[in-house]
């Protein structure tokens, strides 16, 4: 089961319980509740369970910084496809024009896989055999972001995610995060803004949001 890297009450450690500071960026914590320090021998005048909950969270917040930033969007068809996308099992996104490297916010459209082709459904059918049925996933909404790191070829991506290196242009997915509410949304092609309310919605959702920090290989 999947962890989602942030809960507004994911730590309760020596009766201090914290929470995000929502006035400030969505990353920075502040702490709440008792203020009274750790009894462990030789420990800190610090709030026990605060700090080592903000020591644990910093570090994994880093890795998503600028995700607020998000204005554009990128529609893939397919709600098992992008669903593969938002949760790391698809990390590799294939365009026949570069896509600059940064967060986006990632649509589904209204078209089904096989709309892409067959050899798409055997794809999926291979590397995901038990993905949810199509037709229980939502589509024609924003379900989620992704951060694109690199562009390979496809003889340069790794063993795990050749299955899904088409090219010309493998845009290398190396983060990303699945919203707890898809946001309703007509998708364009190629890359197209944002609307404010879509950007204001998702924004109010990103901290709930499940990460899933993908382990992209070196070039092969």
Known sequence: MRRSWYSRAAWVESSQDWTPNLGQSWYSWDWLGDKS????????????????????EAKRCAAVA?????????TVQGPQQGLAMVN??????????QIPTGWYALHVGAKPLKALGKAWVYRMEEAWP???????????????????????????????????????????IDEAIELPRPI??????????LSTAARVELLQQLPQGRRSGCRVGKRE
């Open 66 to 74: 600028g995700a607020e930033e998000v204005k554009l969007a990128l």
């Open 184 to 193: 309703p949304a007509r998708g364009h092609a190629g890359l197209w803004p």
């Open 37 to 56: 320090t750790s009894k462990t021998a030789g420990a800190s005048a610090l709030p026990a369970g605060p700090f080592i909950a903000h020591a644990r």
């Open 130 to 172: 038990d993905a949810p049925a199509e037709e229980t996933l939502p589509s024609s909404c924003i379900i989620g972001l992704i951060r694109i790191s690199d562009h390979r070829h496809p003889s340069e991506c790794e063993t795990s995610q050749k299955i899904w290196a088409v090219g010309p242009i493998c845009h290398i």
């Open 88 to 97: 790391g099992l698809k990390q590799v996104e294939n365009r026949s024009w």
